[in-house]
């Protein structure tokens, strides 16, 4: 089914109040299915989310020959991959443009294969984001690389070696594909400066249940010994942090009160302590979080997106919603990515007052925001514009959706169990 003409209308001023479940990581879900690629025999995963940019994975995946079993794209069940026959370790163009995270599977088909041939990414909506220190690194453990005709063309005839990478920028997707290059490498790989994400750690953690020799994770020194070969294993997915951090903003916005089932507050410390700072109340609940305001005001905080644990740049957009009706001004800055202020005038369309200035938004809040028609721009975004039209006077249209969809499992309906009159329109 083509959902890219579906639209989301919202009609905002309903407080959410209910249980809301959260959906398995996105973001440790597709590093999780690339680790598959390192084995001949079968990986199960569980809790894996329905989403468009797991089924990308996974015609990635299918395209190099994975077989896929269990709940097809994700979902109850557990997902099963095995890479017993892998006829060609190319990842074609058109699969890998869909998704900037397909470039996962270069370390794992390099590491196991000693050739792999992916697509670059290519532009994206936010900023330029290239793959120049996942290149950089594999060089340094024995791979040559070529850039042609739009491929990463990676060899390593002998196998890869341990190396000592230091990581100039922390980067996510690049400490993870090293990594699953280190698991098959001789000799052992340090990588300084790691990321230190809970997605990264959740990867370590199968990649030692496939048998891999890996300490440190969750540190900025991952040390990893190579082993000759890995086997399958069962793996449980953490929570989706970002998914649970939005429904939180979510809950705030609309002065309601929402337990967040399987939420992680381990992993939401920095986004918890903002939401806390702006007025919403957090609490440990069995099983989850819950979050209310309590009829409190919101009050505007100084935010600046980092890398873990700092304040993740995934929830940027959304806390902007949240400080364009708080009282006062606050500044938010974006470290992470150029070019991801795109929520921006869509925010402003419907009345909020946000000026930037090169990396950060100056937002000062207003008395409330107007339903308007948006357009959706990036994932993060457009959750955004879902929630701006929650607290939204009359009707929100956003257009767009397929970015939604890329990234929340079920979003229209996990909300209007809570009392939101939300609906998707599907053209
Ligand atoms: C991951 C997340 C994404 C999140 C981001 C930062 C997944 C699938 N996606 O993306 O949702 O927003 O982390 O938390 O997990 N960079 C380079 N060269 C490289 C690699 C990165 O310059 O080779 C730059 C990027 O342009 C960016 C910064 O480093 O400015 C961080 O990027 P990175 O941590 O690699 O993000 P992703 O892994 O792509």
């Given at each position: 089914m083509d959902q890219s003409m579906d639209t989301i209308v919202i009609r905002g001023g309903k407080p959410l109040s209910g249980t809301i479940s959260i959906s398995g990581a996105k973001n440790a879900a597709l590093p999780l299915m690339a680790a598959s690629l390192?084995?001949?025999?079968?990986?199960?995963?569980?809790?894996?989310?329905?989403?468009?940019?797991?089924?990308?994975?996974?015609?990635?995946?299918?395209?190099?020959?994975?077989?896929?079993?269990?709940?097809?794209s994700g979902g109850e069940g557990g997902l099963e991959l095995t890479a017993g026959h892998i006829e060609d370790t190319t990842a074609p163009y058109e699969l890998v443009r869909k998704m900037r995270a397909s470039v996962l599977v270069l370390g794992p088909l390099l590491a196991r294969f000693g050739t792999a041939k992916v697509s670059l990414p290519g532009g994206c909506a936010i900023g330029t984001r290239p793959v120049d220190l996942h290149i950089r690194a594999l060089e340094q453990m024995g791979a040559e690389i070529k850039l042609q005709d739009g491929y990463i063309q990676a060899a390593a005839p002998q196998g890869l070696k341990g190396a000592d990478i230091r990581f100039p920028a922390v980067t996510v997707g690049g400490t993870e594909n090293i990594l699953m290059a280190a698991t098959l490498a001789r000799g052992v790989t340090v990588i300084e400066n790691a990321a230190r994400e809970p997605e990264v750690t959740a990867l370590a953690d199968c990649l030692v249940a496939m048998g891999a020799n890996i300490s440190g994770m969750g540190s900025e020194r991952i040390v990893i010994q190579g082993v000759d070969q890995l086997g399958g294993a069962r793996f449980t997915n953490i929570s989706d942090r970002i998914e649970a951090g939005s429904y939180a903003v979510a809950a705030g916005l609309t002065d309601g009160d929402v337990i967040l089932e399987g939420a992680n507050a381990a992993h939401m410390e920095a986004v918890i302590e903002a939401l806390r700072r702006a007025g919403i109340q957090i609490e440990d609940v069995p099983g989850g979080l819950r979050v209310r305001r309590n009829g409190g005001s919101l009050r505007g905080i100084d935010l600046t997106t980092q890398p873990y644990p700092g304040f993740p740049t995934d929830m940027q957009a959304q806390m902007m919603v949240l400080m364009a009706i708080a009282d006062g001004a606050s500044r938010i800055t974006e470290q992470i990515f150029e070019n991801?202020?795109?929520?921006?005038?869509?925010?402003?369309?419907?009345?909020?007052?946000?000026?930037?200035?090169?990396?950060?938004?100056?937002?000062?809040?207003?008395?409330?925001?107007?339903?308007?028609?948006?357009?959706?721009?990036?994932?993060?975004?457009?959750?955004?514009?879902?929630?701006?039209?929650?607290?939204?006077?009359?009707?929100?249209?956003?257009n767009r959706v397929y970015h939604l969809d890329r990234g929340y499992e079920r979003l229209e309906e996990k909300l209007s169990w809570c009392g939101a009159d939300i609906k998707r329109i599907t053209e």
């Open positions: 390192l084995t001949p025999e079968t990986v199960v995963l569980e809790n894996i989310p329905v989403l468009g940019d797991i089924r990308t994975l996974a015609d990635v995946l299918e395209e190099l020959g994975v077989e896929i079993g269990g709940n097809g991801r202020f795109m929520h921006v005038p869509e925010l402003a369309r419907m009345g909020a007052d946000i000026t930037v200035h090169g990396g950060a938004a100056l937002v000062r809040g207003v008395d409330y925001l107007i339903g308007a028609p948006v357009m959706a721009t990036d994932l993060r975004a457009s959750v955004s514009l879902v929630l701006a039209g929650l607290v939204a006077d009359g009707e929100t249209v956003v």
